[in-house]
Nanobody, 119 residues
């Protein structure tokens, strides 16, 4: 099983992008899901996370601009990014606890998708 992220790209400041992340193989269900990002020369940081029940948490730097959501039917997580700023430029990684059985839910990382905010 792998997590496949998509939706990154180049956007002007003030623009929007929507990232998606879904497992490539068959899984039973998923628990917590999240998006992280890593800018050049910086540590990877949490952007937002969401529980299976839909409770969300955001980094202060993205509150009010980004929205994390999920579709439990196909275990997909989304990140809607609005009012993008140059400082949002980074590689974005999805992360999720994917359950292959009801009792085993290892953590997985996606491959990363580049988001560049520039005029």
């Amino acid at each position: 099983v792998q997590l496949q992220a998509s939706g990154g790209g180049l956007v002007q400041p003030g623009g929007s992008l929507r990232l998606s992340c879904a497992p490539s193989g068959s899984i039973f269900s998923s628990n917590g899901m999240a998006w992280y990002r890593q800018a050049p020369g910086k540590q990877r940081e949490l952007v937002a996370d969401i529980t299976r029940g839909g409770r969300t948490n955001y980094a202060d730097s993205v509150k009010g601009r980004f929205t994390i959501s999920r579709a439990n039917l196909n275990n997909t997580v989304y990140l809607q990014m609005n009012s993008l700023k140059p400082e949002d430029t980074a590689v974005y990684y999805c992360n999720a606890d994917l359950c292959r059985t009801p009792w085993t839910c290892p953590n997985y990382w996606g491959q990363g998708t580049q988001v560049t905010v520039s005029s």
